[in-house]
C-alpha cells in the first residue's frame, strides 16, 4: 500500500520560509516524476511544483516561481519543497503527490502539512 507523509508545516510571519518533506513509502519512487498541491480554506487544490524522476527537470506555478523549490533524493524515497518569501495567500494545506496527467496520479493522498503564513 502506497503512503505519502508530508511533514515540516507550521507558522510563520510573512517574508519567513519553511521545508517541506514529503516521504513515500509502500514503492520506490525513484522512477517517478512527483509534484506539490496546495489546498487553501475554500478554494480547490492547486498543483505549484513538479519535479521529474532524476530532479534535472522542474516546473513551478507562477504563483510561488522564483520563492519555491522542489527537489528530491531518491535515495530517500523524499521530495522537498523550500518556500521562501512567504506570503500570507500561501497560507494552505500543503500535499505531495504523482503529477496531473501522469500515469500514476492520484496516488492515495497523505494528511498534508498545514503552513500558515501571518502578518
Known amino acids: 500500500q502506497v503512503q505519502l507523509v508530508e511533514s515540516g508545516g507550521g507558522l510563520v510571519q510573512a517574508g519567513g520560509s519553511l521545508r517541506l518533506s514529503c516521504v513515500a513509502s509502500?514503492?520506490?519512487?525513484?522512477?517517478?516524476?512527483m509534484g506539490w498541491f496546495r489546498q487553501a480554506p475554500g478554494k480547490e487544490r492547486e498543483f505549484v511544483a513538479f519535479i521529474n524522476w532524476s530532479g534535472g527537470h522542474t516546473y513551478y506555478a507562477d504563483s510561488v516561481k522564483g520563492r519555491f523549490t522542489i527537489s528530491r533524493d531518491n535515495a530517500k524515497n523524499t521530495v522537498y519543497l523550500q518556500l521562501n518569501s512567504l506570503k500570507l495567500e500561501d497560507t494552505a494545506v500543503y500535499y505531495c503527490?504523482?503529477?496531473?496527467?501522469?500515469?500514476?496520479?492520484?496516488?492515495?493522498w497523505g494528511q498534508g502539512t498545514q503552513v500558515t503564513v501571518s502578518s
Open positions: 503527490n504523482a503529477p496531473p496527467g501522469s500515469s500514476t496520479y492520484p496516488l492515495p
Open positions: 509502500g514503492r520506490s519512487f525513484s522512477n517517478y516524476a
